[in-house]
T-cell receptor, first 116, second 111 residues
Framework: GAVVSQHPSWVICKSGTSVKIECRSL??????MFWYRQFPKQSLMLMAT?????????EQGVEKDKFLINHASLTLSTLTVTSAHPEDSSFYIC????????????FGSGTRLTVV | QKEVEQDPGPLSVPEGAIVSLNCTYS??????FMWYRQYSRKGPELLMY????GNKEDGRFTAQVDKSSKYISLFIRDSQPSDSATYLC???????????FGTGTRLTIIP
């Protein structure tokens, strides 16, 4: 399956600042990546679908101006949490669609964001 | 009613036992079924990926899909303490890119 690298694995930031999380597809070109959010002891919640060269598609209830997604190349998608607040503290995970009829999506190792 | 139902557990079994994890679903359009294992503070790891009804085996893991009952299972043989994790079922229908997840089952293998 695809190899996905996510960075950083954890980050602490002050309230009001912005944080950028990177998701890289290491061994193939990904036209589509997905960003999830996971609260403790809960399942993954899809935030948005990142499309290479075009705007991301956000799920209902997700603020696109707060969670900026950029998919400028076939191997890199970034999620920027802008003006972070303590309630944005969560575990953020990216996923890659292998494409070509393969639905065995691969996930990054996740980023734990703590806003203080 | 959620599209995918999964017992959150927790489930504790002794080492060496056979573990059975299950999910039910309501959307008959789902055609691809996955099982992921997630360790604490890590991203989900793909264990099994199956298409339509039937069984698929990979080492100690067997995935089973019964589309007529809208029921999928993951069996773990000779369970090990290292199998202790949260197991998530996921499914998708052809043409749709978004996975639908179960809530996950927390499994503990007791040495």
């Amino acid at each position: 399956g695809a190899v996905v690298s996510q960075h950083p694995s954890w980050v602490i930031c002050k309230s009001g600042t912005s944080v950028k999380i990177e998701c890289r597809s290491l061994d193939f070109q990904a036209t589509t990546m997905f960003w999830y959010r996971q609260f403790p002891k809960q399942s993954l919640m899809l935030m948005a679908t990142s499309n290479e060269g075009s705007k991301a598609t956000y799920e209902q209830g997700v603020e696109k101006d707060k969670f900026l997604i950029n998919h400028a190349s076939l191997t890199l998608s970034t999620l920027t949490v802008t003006s972070a607040h303590p309630e944005d503290s969560s575990f953020y995970i990216c996923s890659v669609n292998p494409g070509q009829g393969n639905y065995g999506y691969t996930f990054g190792s996740g980023t734990r964001l703590t806003v203080v | 009613q959620k599209e995918v139902e999964q017992d959150p557990g927790p489930l504790s079994v002794p080492e060496g036992a056979i573990v059975s994890l299950n999910c039910t679903y309501s959307n008959s359009a789902f055609q691809y079924f996955m099982w992921y294992r997630q360790y604490s503070r890590k991203g989900p790891e793909l264990l099994m990926y199956t298409y339509s009804s039937g069984n698929k085996e990979d080492g100690r893991f067997t995935a089973q899909v019964d589309k007529s009952s809208k029921y999928i299972s993951l069996f773990i043989r000779d369970s090990q303490p290292s199998d202790s994790a949260t197991y998530l079922c996921a499914m998708i229908n052809f043409g749709n890119e978004k996975l639908t997840f179960g809530t996950g089952t927390r499994l503990t293998i007791i040495p």
